[in-house]
């Protein structure tokens, strides 16, 4: 069964880049979209964006001109960028496979935007 | 973007009972809609997609139905395991957006 594992700093400083990597194991990284979805405490879920394994992107308008969504078939991995944080952002982000339905998930890491 | 509105909020039954959750969207899905089941601390899990079908290994307790712009997950009979957040949501339209889930707790 497909494992998913998010990787990243805890903590963030307003107006700094979030960086978060999913690493995919007991299946291949190929031949399927990776998403990134996030939950703020006590809130519903926010899709983020997806990236194909072939490197096609597609993101949320709501947050486009602020994330990159990269993937790197070698290390069976792929990578969040949100750049100019601020304390909206904080919330539990989960990388998962598939766009739009996501049918495998990672168990969350909790990111805080805070000085 | 495209609201999704679920209801109720909470929704209280008993163990052995049967639930029913809705989810209304604003604009039609044309039947693509899936449900999340989320635990406290965990991912949220896929149940069904495409309104109706089962994701692997979801058991057949587990239900869903609706066209056009109403839909209904059910429960037909709550084992403890059920006890969760539902989230519904929707992927007719980019972005996806989710509903902002139905709590079912124990009665």
């Not at chain 1, 494992?3 to 990284?29: D, H, R």
């Not at chain 1, 899709?47 to 993937?71: A, D, E, F, K, Q």
């Not at chain 2, 429960?75 to 339209?93: K, M, P, R």
Request: neutral net charge; charged residues 15%.
């Amino acid at each position: 069964q497909v494992q998913l594992q998010e990787s990243g700093p805890g903590l963030v400083k307003p107006s700094e880049t979030l960086s978060l990597t999913c690493t995919v194991s007991s299946g291949s990284i190929s031949n399927h979209y990776w998403s990134w979805v996030r939950q703020p405490p006590g809130k519903t879920l926010e899709w983020i964006g997806y990236v194909h394994s072939s490197g096609t992107t597609g993101y949320n308008p709501s947050l486009t001109s602020r994330v990159t969504i990269s993937v790197d078939t070698s290390k069976s991995q792929f990578s969040l960028r949100l750049t100019s944080v601020t304390a909206a952002d904080t919330a539990v982000y989960f990388c998962a496979r598939g766009s739009p339905v996501a049918d495998y998930w990672g168990q969350g890491a909790l990111v805080t935007v805070s000085t | 973007e495209i609201v999704m509105t679920q209801s109720p909020a909470t929704l209280s039954v008993s163990p052995g009972e049967r639930a029913t959750l809705s989810c209304r969207a604003s604009q039609s899905l044309s039947g693509h809609l899936a449900w999340y089941q989320q635990k406290p601390g965990q991912a949220p899990r896929l149940l069904i997609y495409d309104a109706s079908t089962r994701a692997t290994g979801i058991p057949a307790t587990f239900s869903g139905s609706g066209s056009g712009t109403e839909f209904t997950l059910t429960i037909s009979s709550l084992q403890s395991e059920d006890f969760a957040v539902y989230y519904c949501q929707q992927y007719n339209d980019w972005p996806p957006t989710f509903g902002q889930g139905t709590k079912v707790e124990i009665k």
